[in-house]
């Protein structure tokens, strides 16, 4: 074994902050009580187990795996609704991007209905969208997709609950410590201060680091706006004291 | 004014919500614009070691199943080692992904994992962890992915010994991360996310 090869490349994951991140018991969302834990969480360094992850290769993508206006579409047809153009980078919480990371999204049609068994709310189907798709990061952490903005959508929450148009992803990063799952929201609409779901985020700060800002320059006339949304991962520690005797 | 800490903030976590399969198991939900859903298959040939088959049910707080998580499993290959790119020691076997994904059964909730038996990984000090499974649990209701370990009921040797297991205060909380054999090769593993049988979930 080469000596790089017996080199750890960095320290383990900075721990995720928990007074930022959302708690699991959050009333306001009614699933979250039944479905929280109650018991505190058990706090340990990670080891190989979570600093190490799946790799995804690029040759796992369709060529139209990042465009969800075209990939469930018959033959010249296209999903109805408005056109935009998704994009961003994946970051570290030190700023480098993060390359290699997949990414998946989900999502409602223009009408805020979703294309799956359990789903029964009135609004219709667009027989030409799917609603869900995937890329993976360049080399300096970008990515970018096509899609139709989502409607907002009521649920069975409170009475009168209605999400706002959003955008679901899961993201893979360089270890499992860094798998999150969140929801991507559209800068100016109104619902946001009006959901249990963004409410469940502690700080405007926070309900501002899930909402994308419309980007004109990045816009293409007569086709399609565009959004930005950046998304930032778990950073690594440096190496220091890593392999002291008592090993915490 | 003493400088300022210039780093980014984590992006917050927000549910996966009810319909995380059209994103991550589209295929499941009738969805077929992939060729087949990520995650289904752990094994792409034939693979070193114990095969083994892990299920399970997610468990509400009134002990009702969730119909609606998703369970995702990491773990390294029988000999210890991951396929992942930032493995340094040695080359994993290659017939085997080290990744699972499983959406629960729409009906029972019982989610399954065709794998392996994963061999010790070291702790960062050299002392060796008994074999164990990484899962992640997202679902409609749960605001930040929960993360906890797969140990195995047939390991009590190398479970006495390993650093996490031996630090818990709540020894009667461990048997919440044994998987318990069903028979040959097969094992369960219930999750309970709230209440007297709650499983241990990790800040890691």
């Not at chain 1, 796992?60 to 998704?86: C, F, T």
């Not at chain 1, 649920?155 to 410590?177: K, L």
Request: charged share 20%; net charge negative.
């Amino acid at each position: 074994m080469s000596p790089a090869k017996t080199t750890p490349p960095s320290g383990g994951f900075i721990p995720r902050d928990r007074d930022w991140q959302p708690d699991a018991l959050t009333p306001g969302y009614k699933t979250s009580i039944k479905r929280s834990p109650q018991a505190a969480l058990l706090s340990f360094p990670s080891s190989l187990s979570e600093e190490t992850s799946p790799v995804f290769g690029h040759g796992l993508l369709g060529a139209l795996d990042s465009d969800l206006i075209h990939n469930y579409a018959q033959p010249g047809e296209s999903a109805i609704g408005p056109r935009i153009i998704v994009y961003g980078r994946v970051l570290d919480e030190m700023g480098r991007g993060v390359p290699g990371a997949l990414l998946e999204f989900w999502q409602a049609n223009a009408g805020g209905r979703y294309r799956h068994k359990k789903e029964s709310y009135l609004a219709a189907l667009d027989p030409n969208f799917g609603g869900c798709g995937r890329t993976i990061t360049a080399e300096d952490g970008s990515y970018e997709f096509r899609t139709i903005q989502p409607g907002p959508y009521p649920w069975p929450n409170g009475m009168n609950d209605w999400r706002p148009a959003h955008i679901h992803f899961s993201v893979f990063g360089h270890g499992f410590a860094q798998r999150l799952i969140t929801q991507m929201y559209f800068e100016g609409d109104p619902h946001i201060p009006l959901c249990p779901i963004v409410g469940i985020l502690k700080s405007q700060d926070a309900v501002d680091a899930l909402t994308a800002v419309l980007d004109m320059h990045r816009t293409v006339p007569m086709d399609s706006r565009a959004y930005k949304f950046d998304i930032v991962l778990r950073g690594r520690r440096q190496t220091y004291f890593e392999n002291r005797e008592d090993g915490m | 004014m003493v400088q300022k800490l210039d780093y980014l903030r984590e992006s917050p976590s927000q549910t996966a919500g009810p319909y995380v399969h059209i994103g991550c198991t589209p295929n499941f939900t009738g969805i077929d614009i992939y060729s087949g859903d990520l995650g289904t298959v752990m094994k792409t040939g034939p693979v070193q070691g114990k095969e083994i088959v892990i299920k399970g049910i997610v468990f509400d707080g009134t002990g009702t199943p969730l119909r609606d998580a998703m369970i995702e499993i990491w773990q390294p290959d029988a000999a210890g080692l991951f396929a992942s790119a930032n493995e340094t020691r040695g080359a994993a076997d290659p017939n085997f992904t080290g990744w699972g994904r499983s959406p629960g059964d729409m009906t029972t909730g019982e989610f399954t994992f065709d794998t392996v038996k994963p061999g010790a990984v070291p702790w960062a000090d050299g002392r060796t962890q008994a074999p164990h499974i990484t899962a992640w649990i997202v679902a409609r209701g749960i605001n930040i992915g929960l993360h906890t370990r797969i140990y195995f009921e047939d390991e009590a040797e190398a479970n006495a010994a390993d650093p996490i297991l031996s630090r818990i205060e709540h020894q009667n909380r461990i048997q919440t991360l044994l998987a318990k054999r069903e028979g040959d090769g097969v094992y369960r593993f219930d999750i309970h996310l709230q209440g007297p049988t709650e499983t241990i979930f990790f800040d890691i």
